[in-house]
């Protein structure tokens, strides 16, 4: 029988912000008296099983090139068929441009197919881990606008309120060109290399590919074709030594520390509320969308 008080998330996230946003779910879950187990997609692949021991079903994913990533394809022809579960899609990426909600048509699309009920899409923005280095200011905000909007998709599907989008023609035609990155991760994954002058072989790269890209030959850390080019290893190695592929131009070294920003009182918030006339001017018909909600929703006057 159907425990009615167990919720489960199936998340990848390549350099945690995903996660940060499936742990606040999680987090208000728990608030309402909900349990959440968390299964992160990586190597080895877990099982997934026992779905029907589910309340809801989460699908975390960031965006990867305007569709779901590489390693997400496995976790959609691997999951069991269902009969009714209730499903919802959360996703994160770091612009907040119309086209990336093109990446869950086909997501959605197989989980109906599977036999689950898929009652909301939500689209939370984070920091970008590929292209630039978001400011700590914008991240702070990011984040806890993440935890209100986390806060509103608990609510809501307790409540029983759908929140579903519609795919436009012309984004899942973009989206479906960009499916190109697949054959690019492959690709990419062997052109990865390391600066051996600056590698101190602490093998935390190697420990962490949640593809089980990365092997040592001869003593020399090697890479193949297994990449999902989720930037995790680019990103943590300590010392900056991994050049990865044709993406090395766009590659942000260093996690962000979003439990220092927070805590920082130096950091200001409110940062989405100034006027930019940079990149992150295009942020403003976003949040200015997710005020309205937290009003509607009553979590601010
Ligand atoms: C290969 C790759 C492609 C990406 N493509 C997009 C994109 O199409 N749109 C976007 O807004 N962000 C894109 N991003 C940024 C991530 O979606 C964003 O930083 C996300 O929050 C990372 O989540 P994670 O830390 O859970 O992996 C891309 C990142 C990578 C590594
Ligand atoms: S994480 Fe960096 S320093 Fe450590 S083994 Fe990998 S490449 Fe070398
Ligand atoms: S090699 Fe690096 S970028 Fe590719 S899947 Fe492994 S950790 Fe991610």
Not at 84 to 102: H, M, Q, R, V
Not at 156 to 180: A, D, P, W
Not at 192 to 203: A, Q
Not at 239 to 256: C, P
Request: net charge positive; aromatic share 12%.
């Amino acid at each position: 029988m159907k425990q009615k008080d167990k919720v489960l998330l199936l998340i990848f996230s390549g350099t945690g912000n995903t996660l940060t946003v499936g742990n606040m779910i999680a987090e208000h879950f728990g608030e309402k008296g909900f349990i959440t187990d968390i299964i992160e997609i990586g190597n080895p692949f877990p099982k997934i099983e026992n779905i029907e021991d589910y309340r809801f079903i989460g699908f975390g994913y960031p965006v990867h090139a305007f569709n779901i990533p590489k390693i997400y394809r496995r976790l959609i022809a691997y999951l069991p068929n269902t009969s009714e579960t209730s499903a919802f899609i959360f996703k994160t990426s770091g612009e907040p441009f119309l086209l990336n909600s093109a990446s869950s048509y086909i997501l959605t699309k197989k989980l109906k197919r599977k036999g689950y009920k898929v009652l909301s899409d939500t689209h939370f923005l984070m920091p970008y881990n590929i292209i630039f280095r978001y400011p700590d200011r914008a991240v702070k905000a990011m984040v806890n606008y993440g935890e209100t909007l986390s806060k509103i998709l608990v609510n809501n599907l307790l409540n029983g309120k759908q929140e579903l989008i519609k795919y436009k023609r012309r984004y899942r035609l973009i989206s479906t060109v960009f499916r190109i990155q697949y054959l690019g991760a492959t690709i990419n994954g062997l052109l990865i290399k390391v600066r051996r002058k600056k590698c101190n072989k602490c093998l935390r790269c190697l420990k962490n590919c949640p593809t089980g890209n990365i092997f040592i030959k001869d003593g020399k850390i090697k890479f193949s074709s297994k990449c999902t080019m989720c930037m995790r290893c680019a990103m943590m190695c300590p010392n900056d030594a991994i050049k990865i592929g044709f993406l090395n131009r766009w590659k942000v070294n260093g996690k962000y520390d979003f439990t220092q920003i927070l805590a920082n009182d130096s950091i200001e918030d409110g940062f989405f509320s100034e006027q930019h006339t940079d990149f992150f001017r295009y942020f403003k018909k976003y949040y200015n969308e997710l005020d309205n909600k937290i009003i509607q929703a009553k979590l601010r006057s």
